[in-house]
């Protein structure tokens, strides 16, 4: 890749807590990445549509209120719409164990719980990247 990864951060639903999604990004900028910041409250259709316009390369979706089953998913579902397939997308913050083979069957490609090291974040973007 001739470019920098580029990375939406995104807080879907009516969360208001965005600290871990702070963090995370500024570990990927930090990282050499370009990272666009959507900010708190976000649908999945805001997050498809900035995903789209920015040229990404992966959406990182941090959340933590419980919604993650339905809001994640519908992030790959609009993706799909619109025939977009070369985007990562990863998801992160308050999910439970138990959920997480839900979301990868649903194409969230991982999923980092709260301590994860944003290194292994970092690396795992960087390996898994479909653009080329």
Do not use: W
């Not at 579902?77 to 959920?99: C, F, H, Q, R, S």
């Not at 990868?104 to 479909?130: A, H, L, R």
């Amino acid at each position: 890749m001739d470019r920098p990864i580029r990375v939406l951060v995104s807080k879907p639903g009516l969360d208001g807590h965005d600290r871990g999604a702070k963090v995370i990004a500024r570990a990927l900028r930090d990282a050499g990445m370009e990272v666009i910041y959507t900010g708190l409250r976000q649908t999945p259709e805001q997050i498809v549509n900035a995903a789209i316009q920015e040229d990404v390369d992966c959406i990182a979706m941090s959340i933590l209120s419980g919604a993650h089953n339905t809001l994640l998913p519908k992030v790959v579902e609009l993706l799909k719409v619109e025939n977009v397939d070369d985007i990562l997308v990863i998801g992160g913050g308050v999910i439970p164990d138990e959920d997480i083979p839900f979301l990868k069957e649903k194409g969230i490609e991982e999923v980092f719980t709260p301590g994860t090291p944003t290194s292994v974040t970092i690396d795992y973007i960087k390996e898994n990247i479909k653009r080329k």
